[in-house]
């Protein structure tokens, strides 16, 4: 059981700026991919950005590489989207997930991933 707890959204004017994390409350959270999805107002909940356990693998949206960075922080059970250069169409609850379990190909999978944040609003205004 892994309970998630995102932070860090709010307004930002276009081409700023914003750092959103999650906080993942189990000692066993460096064994999790993580994941970052977003899903805006009528649309379908997408995946933007994941990270292997170890931090070393890395995947991206093509609508957000070169513009947003995922890491994690296993010490603090925490994994943070950067994202700069934000566009309008970057507006969107931003949820973390997490998997304990999944080939290559489910890691941009939605329904692959087990647990689930509560999400976090990101406005980007133009």
């Known amino acids: 059981q892994v309970q998630l707890v995102e932070s860090g959204g709010g307004l930002v004017q276009a081409g700023g700026s914003l750092r959103v994390s999650c906080a993942a409350s189990?000692?066993?959270?460096?064994?999790?991919?993580m994941g970052w999805f977003r899903q805006a107002p009528g649309k379908e909940r997408e995946f933007t950005a994941a990270?292997?356990?170890?931090?070393?693998?890395?995947w991206y949206a093509d609508s957000v590489k070169g513009r947003f960075t995922i890491s994690r922080d296993n010490a603090k059970n925490t994994v943070y989207l950067q994202m700069n250069s934000l566009k309008p169409e970057d507006t969107a609850v931003y949820y973390c997930?997490?998997?304990?379990?999944?080939?290559?190909?489910?890691?941009?999978?939605?329904?692959?991933?087990?647990?689930w944040g509560q999400g976090t609003q990101v406005t980007v205004s133009s």
């Open positions: 997930a997490a998997v304990y379990s999944v080939g290559m190909d489910g890691i941009k999978d939605k329904m692959k991933y087990d647990y």
């Open positions: 189990g000692r066993t959270f460096s064994t999790y991919v």
């Open positions: 990270i292997s356990w170890s931090g070393g693998s890395t």
